[in-house]
């Protein structure tokens, strides 16, 4: 995966010499406010409409100053393959959860083709929201801040988002998306609010991003292939997860998985694999989660296979997702539990092929941890501590 510098290269010299004979929209000149107050969603359609009829490469131009938008669809496909949102400023989202908090999604691209996303902070302010889950009332379930839905080539570079009401970002049904030095924030406290959510998309590659939320960092799901996480900081949060799988009978599985150099800190999890504990066609094999460093983490090493929230619709049941060729390489740090590395695995298809190398996690000053392994085969070499039970 040398060639990820190369093609970050390439593309940064194409982007800028198609972008030096493009037509820019500014969304001030069409109308949009930067006062926070003002609503501007008509103005960002007004602007995209234009872009997206273009023949030319366009920019969307969001200057310094917050923008107030409701829920907007940015929809394709365009005359031409090449439009870039460059955001100076702040999109808001409004402040009365109740105004998006059923639309699904805040802002979403759909079948859309070379859409880049450079800069800009999208504020969701969903703390509203999450107040009134935590209270235990009837609620919106929330908008995801930032979608992408059957669409390819897309980068997002430089994003920063906060305070979303449900997902921050959501990958679905995409080929070939770049996201890079993108920063997510949200309260350890903050319900269903997973920062990058990946499902049903190949070619993904997450790099050079810091996340901080109340759920999975990263969460990977069902149909997911080809994907790459690198360079990532992720806590407070549920960590980086691979399901849950198995919800449906009938689901695609995940594949070609890498997750490298990466730092969990204070997080429930690290790397985990969780799938429900019912009937499935699903699957997750060749996945490999390398130079990981864990502080503080409930669960360093992980993989559910009887996950079953509220206990409705698998008891008794086994999972019928088969986990297979997983690798687990330069793995240290500590463990906030006695028990660093569960594998928890169906016993009617036993995870197969585990590999541990030079795994090195400790338990509270320097207690040896504990491995527990339920239903698992594979192998181990190099250090492994605590001492593999495969």
Same mark, same amino acid.
């Not at 998006?100 to 691209?109: D, P, Q, R, V």
């Not at 930032?146 to 897309?154: A, D, K, M, Q, V």
């Not at 504990?277 to 503080?296: D, E, P």
């Not at 509220?310 to 986990?323: F, N």
């Given at each position: 995966? @040398? &060639?990820?510098?190369?093609?970050?290269?390439?593309?940064?010299?194409?982007?800028?010499?198609? =972008?030096?004979?493009?037509?820019?929209?500014?969304?001030?000149? $069409?109308?949009?406010?930067?006062?926070?107050?003002?609503?501007?969603?008509?103005?960002?359609?007004?602007?995209?409409?234009?872009?997206?009829?273009?023949?030319?490469?366009?920019?969307?131009? /969001?200057?310094?100053?917050?923008?107030?938008?409701? &829920?907007?669809?940015?929809?394709?496909?365009?005359?031409?393959?090449?439009? #870039?949102?460059?955001?100076?400023?702040? $999109?808001?989202?409004?402040?009365?959860?109740?105004?998006?908090?059923?639309? +699904?999604?805040?802002?979403?691209?759909?079948?859309?083709?070379?859409?880049?996303?450079? +800069?800009?902070?999208?504020?969701?302010?969903?703390?509203?929201?999450?107040?009134?889950?935590?209270?235990?009332?009837?609620?919106?379930?929330?908008?995801?801040?930032?979608?992408?839905?059957? *669409?390819?080539?897309?980068?997002?570079?430089?994003?920063?988002?906060?305070?979303?009401? %449900?997902?921050?970002?959501? !990958?679905?049904?995409?080929?070939?998306?770049?996201?890079?030095?993108?920063?997510?924030? @949200?309260?350890?406290?903050?319900?269903? #609010?997973?920062? !990058?959510?990946?499902? =049903? *998309?190949?070619?993904?590659?997450?790099?050079?991003?810091?996340?901080?939320?109340?759920?999975?960092?990263?969460?990977?799901?069902?149909?997911?292939?080809?994907?790459?996480?690198?360079?990532?900081?992720?806590?407070?949060?549920?960590?980086?997860?691979?399901?849950?799988?198995? %919800?449906?009978?009938?689901?695609? +599985?995940?594949?070609?998985?890498?997750? %490298?150099?990466? #730092?969990?800190?204070?997080?429930?999890?690290? /790397?985990?694999?969780? *799938?429900?504990?019912?009937?499935?066609?699903?699957?997750?094999?060749?996945?490999?989660?390398?130079?990981?460093? =864990?502080?503080?983490?409930?669960?360093?090493?992980?993989?559910?296979?009887?996950?079953?929230?509220?206990?409705?619709?698998?008891?008794?049941?086994?999972?019928?997702? %088969?986990?297979?060729? /997983?690798?687990?390489?330069?793995?240290?740090?500590?463990?906030?539990?006695?028990?660093?590395?569960?594998?928890?695995? *169906?016993?009617?298809?036993?995870?197969?092929?585990?590999?541990?190398?030079?795994?090195?996690?400790?338990?509270? &000053?320097?207690?040896?941890?504990? @491995?527990?392994?339920?239903?698992?085969?594979? #192998?181990?070499?190099?250090? /492994?501590?605590?001492?593999?039970?495969?």
């Amino acid at each position: 995966m @040398a &060639n990820h510098k190369w093609q970050t290269i390439f593309l940064f010299i194409f982007i800028n010499s198609a =972008m030096a004979k493009a037509v820019t929209y500014s969304v001030t000149t $069409l109308g949009a406010k930067p006062d926070g107050k003002t609503d501007s969603t008509k103005a960002f359609l007004s602007a995209w409409a234009k872009a997206c009829a273009s023949v030319k490469p366009a920019v969307i131009y /969001v200057p310094a100053g917050r923008f107030l938008l409701r &829920n907007a669809l940015f929809s394709g496909p365009c005359k031409n393959s090449l439009i #870039t949102f460059r955001i100076a400023g702040t $999109l808001v989202a409004p402040s009365d959860y109740r105004v998006i908090g059923n639309a +699904g999604n805040w802002l979403l691209f759909r079948q859309v083709n070379g859409v880049t996303i450079s +800069g800009g902070i999208l504020d969701g302010q969903g703390t509203g929201l999450w107040a009134c889950k935590n209270s235990g009332k009837s609620c919106p379930t929330g908008s995801t801040t930032l979608s992408f839905s059957n *669409s390819n080539n897309i980068v997002v570079s430089g994003l920063v988002s906060l305070n979303s009401q %449900k997902f921050h970002i959501v !990958i679905n049904g995409c080929n070939n998306v770049k996201m890079q030095g993108v920063k997510v924030s @949200a309260s350890g406290n903050s319900p269903n #609010t997973d920062g !990058i959510h990946v499902q =049903m *998309s190949s070619g993904v590659t997450i790099l050079n991003s810091k996340i901080s939320t109340g759920d999975d960092c990263v969460s990977i799901g069902p149909g997911t292939s080809n994907l790459w996480i690198e360079n990532v900081a992720c806590g407070p949060g549920h960590g980086i997860s691979i399901g849950s799988l198995g %919800k449906d009978l009938q689901e695609a +599985g995940v594949q070609n998985v890498t997750v %490298k150099t990466v #730092t969990f800190t204070n997080t429930q999890n690290g /790397v985990r694999i969780k *799938s429900w504990g019912r009937a499935s066609t699903g699957f997750a094999r060749n996945i490999l989660f390398q130079h990981a460093i =864990m502080i503080n983490v409930q669960n360093p090493i992980l993989i559910d296979q009887q996950y079953c929230p509220d206990k409705k619709g698998c008891p008794g049941q086994v999972s019928g997702v %088969k986990i297979s060729d /997983v690798t687990y390489q330069d793995i240290h740090g500590t463990s906030a539990t006695e028990v660093a590395v569960k594998f928890d695995c *169906s016993s009617k298809y036993p995870c197969s092929r585990i590999r541990l190398e030079n795994v090195k996690l400790i338990y509270k &000053n320097n207690r040896g941890a504990l @491995a527990s392994c339920s239903n698992a085969g594979g #192998t181990s070499a190099g250090t /492994v501590q605590p001492t593999s039970c495969l």
